[in-house]
């Protein structure tokens, strides 16, 4: 069976898990052989197969953009079709919809990228000073990052760190997971206390939280 991800670390047990996209992600002890892997992820070919149906029923799908006319691409939660521009300097306008100048589609996913990145820095920096001030966090530093499936975490010395990808996604959603990395300045971990005090930052984080875990997959182009 094919694994899509081997991730060893300095645990002491094999854990095998499906993505919401169907990946199959092995983390594995330092040190164990590739036999051992696939003797084990064997054992588990059935929950496997089971699994990924059932991520396949429930979860929307999606495919690498092909950066074509009509197509449809997120902003903040939004989406909007794309124009093919003649005559256009710019690279890539957004207004009502994206228009992509001609002379950059075979360029295109790059020009999106460092578009969605811009966008991502002004962004997300203004959210995270709000809600520092608005909740008596001191500002942190802001490092913007292309994780594809870790949309924040926080460094020892305060920083955060969030994907650009975030920009895809509904405001609400990017509040939360900035919420849930600001919360880590004073609760780390994801124990009790920790839940305890995003839920008092904001209430009902649970449906923002859901949002990510369906629709996540779908953030990237």
């Known amino acids: 069976m094919h694994i899509d991800q081997i991730i060893h670390s300095r645990r002491k047990t094999l854990q095998i898990s499906v993505a919401y996209d169907g990946r199959l992600i092995v983390r594995a002890p330092l040190g164990m052989s590739q036999s051992k892997i696939d003797t084990a992820v064997a054992s588990k070919t059935d929950w496997i197969h089971k699994k990924q149906a059932q991520f396949r029923a429930a979860y929307p799908r999606w495919s690498p953009k092909k950066f074509i006319a009509g197509e449809r691409f997120a902003y903040l939660g939004k989406e909007y079709s794309l124009k093919i521009m003649e005559n256009q300097k710019e690279a890539l306008i957004l207004q009502e919809q994206f228009s992509l100048s001609r002379q950059y589609i075979k360029k295109a996913k790059t020009v999106f990228e460092s578009w969605y990145r811009q966008q991502a820095r002004r962004y997300l920096t203004q959210e995270v000073e709000r809600l520092a001030v608005k909740h008596g966090f001191a500002r942190p530093r802001i490092r ?3 994780a594809r499936s870790r949309w924040g975490s926080c460094s020892s010395s305060g920083n955060l760190n969030l994907t650009w990808r975030l920009i895809l996604a509904p405001p609400e959603v990017i509040e939360y997971v900035i919420i849930h990395e ?16 995003v839920e008092n930052l904001l209430p009902g984080y649970q449906k923002p939280k859901a949002w990510l875990k369906k629709f996540g997959h779908t953030l990237a182009l």
């Open 144 to 146: 913007i990052t292309s």
């Open 182 to 197: 600001l919360a880590h300045l004073k609760a780390p971990g994801h124990q009790r206390p920790f839940w305890e005090l």
